[in-house]
C-alpha cells in the first residue's frame, strides 16, 4: 500500500506542473516472466508466466517522441524440473521472486501521434530507457515454507572474500507495443524485455561451493539451497559449474495498457483540429 500511495504522489504532482500538457496517466495490466539459468527461454514453460500491474506515466513531446515512466509490479519463477537436458534436471535447483521497477524510457513512434488530432491517433512504437528495480529470490523447504536465498550465500558469497549480490540492480528495458487513442482516452499492448546488470535474479550463477564450509559458516538451510541434486550429501561437487555466469538474467514486463490524456479539453474541439 505505501508504495501505491507513493505512486498517485507522483502522478499528483506531474499533473500539476507544466507537462500535464500532452501528458497521459495509465494502468498496465499484463504478465511478467524470467529467462536465466533456471528457464533458458522466456516461454518455454507458460505457466512461469505470472501476472502483472503497473502505473504508468506518458509525455507526448513530439508526434514521433515521447517519455514514458513506470512503476511495474510483477513475479518471476523458475525450476529445473521443466529443463530438457540431464544435468540441469539433476541439478533441481528452483526459485520465485518478485519485481519492484521504476523505469524511464524513450519511445518512438513510426507513425505521427498525436492524440488530440483524429486522424493521427495509432502508431506501433518502440522503447529503450533505464529501469531500477528490487527483487529477492526465495527457495522452498521440503515442508512448503520459503526462505530467502541471498543472505544464505548459496555459492559461498560472504566468505572468502565474496560479496553478496545486491538486491538493487538496473536494466536495460527494450520493446516495443501499439497505442490508439481515442481522444481522452487510449488503448494498448507492449511488450518489454530487460537485460539486467545481475546474473543473480535466480540466486545462480557460478559454482559450487565447499559443502562443508558452507555448512559450518550459514547452516543446513544455506546448503540444502545450495546444492540440491539427488546426491545431496556427496561433496564433490566442490567447484563444479552451478550456473552459467557469462551470461546476466533477463525479465519481462508485458500486457495491455489503458491511459487517459488530462490536456486541454479544447485540443479536442473540432475546430481546433481543422485548424491545426
Given at each position: 500500500?505505501?508504495?501505491?500511495?507513493?505512486?498517485?504522489?507522483?502522478i499528483?504532482?506531474?499533473?500539476?506542473?507544466?507537462?500535464?500538457?500532452g501528458?497521459?496517466?495509465?494502468?498496465?495490466?499484463?504478465?511478467?516472466?524470467?529467462?536465466?539459468?533456471l528457464?533458458?527461454?522466456?516461454?518455454?514453460q507458460?505457466n512461469?508466466?505470472?501476472?502483472?500491474?503497473?502505473?504508468?506515466?506518458?509525455y507526448?513531446f513530439?508526434?514521433?517522441y515521447?517519455?514514458?515512466?513506470d512503476?511495474?509490479?510483477?513475479?518471476?519463477?523458475?525450476?529445473?524440473?521443466?529443463?530438457?537436458?540431464?544435468?540441469s534436471k539433476?541439478r533441481?535447483?528452483?526459485?520465485?521472486?518478485?519485481?519492484?521497477e521504476?523505469?524511464?524510457?524513450?519511445?518512438f513512434?513510426?507513425?505521427?501521434?498525436?492524440?488530440?488530432?483524429?486522424?493521427e491517433?495509432?502508431?506501433?512504437?518502440?522503447?529503450?530507457?533505464?529501469?531500477v528495480?528490487?527483487?529477492?529470490?526465495?527457495?522452498?523447504?521440503?515442508?512448503?515454507?520459503?526462505?530467502?536465498?541471498?543472505p544464505?550465500?548459496?555459492?559461498?558469497?560472504?566468505?572468502?572474500?565474496?560479496?553478496?549480490?545486491k538486491?538493487i540492480?538496473?536494466?536495460?528495458?527494450?520493446?516495443?507495443?501499439?497505442?490508439?487513442?481515442?481522444?481522452?482516452?487510449a488503448?494498448?499492448m507492449?511488450?518489454?524485455?530487460?537485460?539486467?546488470?545481475?546474473?543473480?535474479?535466480?540466486?545462480v550463477s557460478?559454482?559450487y561451493?565447499?559443502?562443508?564450509?558452507?555448512?559450518a559458516?550459514?547452516?543446513?538451510?544455506?546448503?540444502?539451497?545450495?546444492?540440491?541434486?539427488p546426491?545431496?550429501?556427496?561433496?564433490?561437487?566442490?567447484d563444479?559449474?552451478?550456473?552459467?555466469?557469462?551470461?546476466?538474467?533477463?525479465?519481462?514486463?508485458?500486457?495491455?495498457?489503458?491511459?487517459?490524456?488530462?490536456?486541454?479539453?479544447?485540443?479536442?474541439?473540432?475546430?481546433?483540429?481543422?485548424?491545426?
Open positions: 500500500m505505501k508504495k501505491v500511495f507513493i505512486s498517485f504522489i507522483f499528483f504532482f506531474l499533473q500539476n506542473t507544466s507537462f500535464s500538457q501528458s497521459e496517466y495509465g494502468l498496465m495490466v499484463g504478465a511478467s516472466g524470467y529467462r536465466g539459468d528457464n533458458p527461454e522466456f516461454y518455454s507458460l512461469l508466466i505470472k501476472p502483472a500491474i503497473g502505473l504508468l506515466y506518458r507526448n513530439h508526434p514521433h515521447a517519455w514514458k515512466f512503476l511495474y509490479y510483477g513475479n518471476i519463477e523458475g525450476s529445473d524440473q521443466y529443463a530438457s537436458d540431464a544435468y539433476n533441481n535447483l528452483s526459485f520465485r521472486s518478485s519485481i519492484t521504476v523505469s524511464g524510457q524513450l519511445e513512434n513510426f507513425l505521427s501521434y498525436r492524440p488530440e488530432h483524429a486522424r491517433r495509432f502508431s506501433p512504437y518502440i522503447f529503450s530507457g533505464l529501469s528495480f528490487s527483487f529477492n529470490p526465495q527457495g522452498e523447504l521440503p515442508n512448503g515454507e520459503w526462505r530467502d536465498l541471498q544464505l550465500g548459496t555459492e559461498g558469497q560472504g566468505g572468502s572474500g565474496i560479496s553478496k549480490y538486491l540492480q538496473m536494466a536495460i528495458p527494450m520493446g516495443g507495443g501499439l497505442k490508439l487513442s481515442f481522444g481522452a482516452l488503448i494498448g507492449e511488450l518489454g524485455m530487460r537485460y539486467a546488470f545481475t546474473d543473480y535474479l535466480d540466486d557460478t559454482k561451493p565447499d559443502k562443508t564450509a558452507l555448512l559458516r550459514n547452516g543446513a538451510e544455506a546448503a540444502y539451497f545450495s546444492d540440491r541434486s546426491l545431496i550429501e556427496d561433496t564433490s561437487l566442490k563444479r559449474q552451478r550456473g552459467n555466469s557469462q551470461n546476466n538474467d533477463w525479465y519481462m514486463f508485458g500486457g495491455f495498457t489503458i491511459t487517459l490524456n488530462l490536456s486541454n479539453a479544447n485540443a479536442y474541439c473540432l475546430p481546433f483540429q481543422k485548424k491545426y
